[in-house]
């Protein structure tokens, strides 16, 4: 299951998404192609490290999401998404330049219960500058190529294999948020 939203927002209201986002107390602690155990250690190697926070994380009991993330969130259970779903983290990731994401996959729970939220904030963004999320088949052949329009929406089963590249320009971030739900 793949879904992409794109208008639901009006241009100010993904600036000042955006502004909030660089708010946050980003870390360069988010780990590609992890190799280690456990995962979410900050000291866990693996291929590369780009640019994160986590604003809300249900299972650790932290609950730093501005405002702006949440009535997002509000918004797209209100009027678009159709599942009963209950919301296990939020996250930021910021990719610049060199920082292409690995192919993964976002369970939480498992079961094919999983559902991922990614909003793109961006003011701007031209095709020129790359940064496609790409979608994959079991067989590891790219399927589908979104690019993060500003404001776009893309819902998905978070078992469905994906990576995010980064930008093919530099001084240029690829910012996303995840919302990680799973379904009830």
């Not at 456990?38 to 501005?66: C, E, M, Q, W």
């Amino acid at each position: 299951m793949l879904k992409i939203y794109d208008d639901l927002f009006t241009p100010d209201f993904i600036v000042n998404t955006a502004m909030e986002a660089h708010n946050l107390p980003w870390t360069y602690t988010n780990v590609a192609n992890r190799t280690q155990y456990p995962p979410d250690s900050i000291l866990t190697k693996g291929s590369h490290r780009f640019f994160g926070t986590i604003a809300y994380d249900y299972k650790n009991r932290v609950d730093d999401t501005p405002k702006i993330f949440k009535e997002v969130l509000d918004y797209l259970l209100s009027n678009i998404i159709e599942e009963k779903v209950k919301l296990h983290i939020i996250s930021t990731n910021l990719q610049v330049y060199g920082q292409d994401g690995t192919t993964h996959v976002d369970d939480y729970i498992g079961n094919g219960k999983d559902r991922t939220i990614l909003y793109y904030p961006h003011c701007e963004w031209k095709e020129e500058w790359g940064g496609a999320l790409e979608i994959l088949n079991d067989d590891g052949e790219v399927i589908e190529s979104i690019l993060p329009l500003p404001g776009r929406v893309v819902y998905m089963d978070s078992s469905v294999g994906h990576r995010a590249n980064a930008p093919s320009v530099k001084n240029t971030g690829r910012m996303s948020i995840t919302y990680r739900l799973a379904t009830q």
